[in-house]
């Protein structure tokens, strides 16, 4: 398990893309927004949190770093901006930190400018730019173009607008593509996926002396005869899904461009479907068996071609010595034994295949293919296949799966075929030998797909084989609420045994990771609530202890601690009086009472709510378990015993029980001076505060005693968690007192013995 890890210079610019306008100034018609200042900064997050990217208010129009004097070199800037784009952070007011006195712009990557209007591009007005990507553009091509300057628009030498767009929507007609003509030192254009059409390719290929590469793949170009004008000069020509009809002289044309390099003429399959009038396709075989044309391919992509002659397409290979890739998706030309068979006559090692015959043909596909959903799900669907032969970690397979995960959130063929992979690829003892960082990636993706697709039964439960894993809850960084929310959401939504005992197991983890606000926010929702609960009486229903009963009942004990809310959702929803139920039904099966102890232990934390814990069935059933053999049911037990005496001898006179207070004291003395001490630590708590209560109680010294037992144990098995927290929380004062005081209790431990040792504890490890 390697990867490399992240330069300096990326995690700095991470960091700055994560943070950008704490490092930044914010100005409002040239007068700064003080950060102090309401409407300085927007809306706080879900989770009640500030994030410092939250965006200005609309008043809001430029940004400059704080620091005077900071200047950013070229590749530093161009990395800054394309990650920014990447995070979806990019907007017309963080791109206004690119001007020219603070950054320097030659090379220009925007995966996703959508967000981005004339306002906020026309800062590339101040740089020399010479390559430039902005693709998904909702402003025109010409406008893009008035937005650059006039050194740029004589320079450029690359360009793409790829799902942009040439329509001026507001007047619902094309713009005058022949603003393009202005870019004379282009060598290449990329219009793929917009409204360009014939007429636009007449004049570029026309008006564009130097244009040597060109990606019309997607667009309105239903006619390929003006390339004939430049047939001496293209090299790069990519025609991806282009519908060109059998009079729209596709091979006839093609077959004059000798001069190319790379050649895309690749289709989805059968896209026209049912349609009864979809245009007669021009016979790829016209093409393959003509075998002195383009002498010096070197790519060739006819995926998607369902009429390809094997013979012809062997003569067409061995007649052009220089190709080294062939694309062949969606083709069954790719399952001929010269591609597969390494011993087959006609093999040839140094040609690649992208198609669905084998490993590689299917990886190089992915490698090649991430922007294209249908060739995505056609190869995952195939590399699913092959992943259960898998052995050791495939890393490499993984990274190239991510991708087209990443870019197509809303395909859902391509989410379940992903889901369905990444599990196989990471499950068991395969996720030990990957690096929490790609393992971050995918669990972020999964969450994604949970929520792009919450009710899909299949992909949900894809989700959840992968993030049942011990070592991705345990060991990688990801956002634990979210995750948490999602997957509760999950167990709401499905009736699935699987599902269920998967979801709790993760939300058993998961909520003891987050903070007791984020805790108190799924708490609090009685929907899930009423699900865990259910799920709790079909096992006492069915006197049926398995696993997802346990890690049911720690979800709950998990989701309770230290919310009151929480809490009271738990007794308003009938809580108390189901857990009474498998208290009786499950006697002696400790790990089942540990944890029912554990979750009404964080009930009588909370004073307004102990009163509904004050019932005699309960507190002689407490009386029983307090004499448990198993040091942790006695624990729990004492540590709900020491809150209930903790409010003094009124709470009690209204409740006729047996055992009564003062025996129960008793019994809570005897219990804990006779247990032995535990190997390892039997209990994590989040905070000290609900002991201090207990520790003032000077009239019930067993109180007293439970508080401090249960404090030393934690600080002497873990001292450098529980230390410092005792210390922070102001602890040390009320224990150096009780050492101080003097009781008839001789037996040992007592107060004082354990005080003294605690004191020791922190001496050592402060």
Not at 288 to 309: A, E, F, Q
Not at 329 to 341: G, N, P, R
């Amino acid at each position: 398990m390697f990867e490399s890890p992240r330069s300096l210079q990326e995690v700095c610019i991470d960091f700055i893309c994560g943070n950008i306008l704490g490092l930044c100034r914010v100005y409002s018609n040239d007068i700064k927004l003080c950060a102090e200042s309401p409407g300085a900064l927007s809306n706080s997050t879900t989770s009640g949190k500030t994030s410092s990217n939250d965006a200005p208010s609309s008043s809001a129009t430029r940004l400059t770093f704080k620091h005077p004097d900071v200047f950013l070199p070229a590749e530093i800037s161009e990395q800054l901006l394309s990650n920014l784009c990447e995070k979806k952070t990019l907007s017309d007011l963080t791109i206004m930190l690119f001007d020219s006195k603070t950054t320097l712009l030659r090379h220009v990557r925007l995966k996703d400018a959508s967000k981005l209007s004339v306002k906020g591009l026309s800062v590339l007005k101040q740089h020399k730019v010479v390559d430039l990507i902005v693709n998904g553009l909702k402003i025109t091509v010409n406008d893009l173009i008035s937005c650059l300057s006039d050194w740029s628009i004589q320079n450029l030498r690359s360009l793409s607008v790829a799902k942009g767009s040439f329509m001026d929507f507001p007047r619902q007609r094309m713009v005058d593509i022949a603003t393009l003509n202005k870019l004379k030192a282009l060598h290449t254009l990329n219009v793929s996926g917009t409204e360009f059409n014939k007429h636009g390719l007449d004049i570029v290929v026309e008006d564009l002396p130097l244009l040597e590469s060109l990606d019309i793949s997607c667009t309105r170009v239903d006619d390929i005869t003006p390339l004939r004008k430049c047939k001496d000069r293209l090299k790069t020509l990519n025609m991806y899904n282009l519908k060109i009809s059998g009079c729209g002289n596709l091979i006839v044309v093609l077959l004059e461009l000798n001069e190319l390099r790379h050649l895309d003429i690749s289709d989805e399959k059968d896209p026209h479907g049912f349609e009864v009038f979809a245009p007669a396709k021009p016979q790829i075989t016209d093409f393959l068996r003509t075998l002195n044309c383009m002498p010096h391919l070197v790519t060739l992509d006819l995926s998607g071609k369902d009429d390809i002659n094997p013979k012809d397409l062997k003569n067409f290979i061995t007649s052009h010595v220089h190709l080294r890739f062939l694309g062949l998706v969606h083709s069954d030309a790719c399952y001929d034994e010269s591609f597969i068979d390494s011993t087959h006559k006609d093999y040839r090692s140094e040609l690649v295949i992208s198609g669905t015959a084998t490993e590689s043909q299917i990886l190089e596909a992915l490698r090649r293919y991430t922007y294209r959903p249908i060739y995505l799900q056609k190869c995952l669907f195939n590399l699913f296949r092959l992943t259960p032969n898998f052995l050791e970690p495939r890393v490499d397979v993984i990274k190239l799966v991510l991708p087209g995960m990443k870019e197509h959130p809303q395909e859902f063929r391509v989410q379940m075929a992903a889901t369905a992979c990444i599990y196989n690829l990471t499950k068991g003892e395969l996720a030990l030998m990957i690096h929490p960082s790609i393992l971050k990636q995918i669990v972020e993706l999964t969450l994604l797909a949970m929520e792009s697709y919450p009710t899909n039964h299949q992909l949900q439960k894809n989700t959840l084989l992968t993030l049942c894993s011990d070592r991705i809850l345990q060991d990688v960084a990801f956002d634990k609420y979210r995750c948490a929310r999602l997957v509760m959401n999950c167990l709401s939504t499905f009736d699935d045994a699987s599902m269920n005992r998967m979801s709790v197991a993760i939300c058993s983890i998961l909520a003891a990771k987050i903070s007791t606000l984020e805790t108190s926010m799924l708490g609090a929702q009685p929907q899930y609530m009423l699900k865990l609960l259910a799920m709790v009486r079909s096992k006492v229903e069915s006197k049926l202890v398995d696993i997802t009963m346990k890690f049911t009942l720690s979800a709950l004990w998990n989701l309770t601690d230290e919310s009151a809310i929480t809490c009271k959702v738990f007794l308003d929803e009938g809580g108390m009086e189901l857990f009474l139920q498998v208290l009786d039904s499950f006697q002696g099966e400790s790990s089942v009472e540990t944890k029912v102890l554990g979750l009404l232990n964080n009930i009588a934390e909370v004073d307004h709510l102990r009163p509904r814990l004050m019932q005699p069935r309960f507190v002689k059933m407490l009386s029983m378990l307090l004499d448990s053999e198993h040091i942790d049911v006695s624990y729990f037990a004492a540590g709900i015993a020491a809150h209930l005496l903790s409010d003094g001898p009124r709470s009690w006179c209204s409740m006729p029980s047996q055992p009564s207070r003062e025996q129960l004291l008793d019994q809570l003395v005897f219990a804990v001076t006779h247990w032995q001490t535990p190997q390892g630590e039997m209990v994590a708590y989040r905070s000290f505060q609900p002991f201090f209560p207990l520790l003032r109680c000077t009239d019930a010294y067993p109180v007293q005693l439970w508080a401090v037992w249960a404090i030393h144990h934690v600080c002497t098995k873990n001292p450098k968690r529980y230390c410092v927290m005792l210390i922070t929380e102001g602890g040390v004062e009320i224990l150096k007192q009780l050492e101080k005081i003097h009781t008839e209790y001789t037996k040992q431990p007592n107060l004082q013995s354990l005080c003294q040792s605690i004191l020791e504890t922190l001496e050592l490890n402060s």
